[in-house]
C-alpha cells in the first residue's frame, strides 16, 4: 500500500509542475487552431471535405481552407467554428 501513495505522490507532483517548453502567445494558439481545425475535419469530413482523404493530416497552412469549407458546406455549427478558425 505504501508503494501505491508513493506513486500517486510523485504523479501529483510532477502534475503540478509547470511545463518545460517555452513558447510565446502567438505559437500556442497557432497550435490551439491547428488542433481544432484537425477535429473539425474529422467530424465534418463526409459534409465538407469529402473530396480528401480521410487520413488527410491538416496543418497550418490549411487553416483558411478549413475554415472556408466550414463556413460554405457546414451549416451553422461548421459556420461558427469556421469563424474561430478565422480569428
Same mark, same amino acid.
Request: glycine residues 8%; charged residues 35%; aromatic residues 10%.
Given at each position: 500500500?505504501?508503494?501505491?501513495?508513493?506513486?500517486?505522490?510523485?504523479?501529483?507532483?510532477?502534475?503540478?509542475?509547470?511545463?518545460?517548453?517555452? +513558447?510565446?502567445?502567438?505559437?500556442?494558439?497557432?497550435?490551439?487552431?491547428?488542433?481544432?481545425?484537425?477535429?473539425? @475535419?474529422?467530424? @465534418?469530413?463526409?459534409?465538407? @471535405?469529402?473530396?480528401?482523404?480521410?487520413?488527410?493530416?491538416?496543418?497550418?497552412?490549411? +487553416?483558411?481552407?478549413?475554415?472556408?469549407?466550414?463556413?460554405? @458546406?457546414?451549416?451553422?455549427?461548421?459556420?461558427?467554428?469556421?469563424?474561430?478558425?478565422?480569428?
Amino acid at each position: 500500500m505504501d508503494s501505491v501513495s508513493r506513486y500517486l505522490a510523485e504523479i501529483g507532483r510532477r502534475g503540478g509542475q509547470r511545463s518545460r517548453r517555452a +513558447l510565446d502567445p502567438a505559437t500556442a494558439r497557432r497550435m490551439v487552431l491547428v488542433r481544432e481545425a484537425r477535429r473539425a @475535419f474529422r467530424r @465534418f469530413h463526409a459534409r465538407c @471535405f469529402w473530396s480528401s482523404p480521410a487520413d488527410y493530416r491538416v496543418t497550418e497552412a490549411d +487553416l483558411p481552407w478549413v475554415a472556408e469549407r466550414l463556413r460554405t @458546406f457546414g451549416g451553422r455549427e461548421g459556420w461558427q467554428i469556421g469563424a474561430k478558425l478565422c480569428r
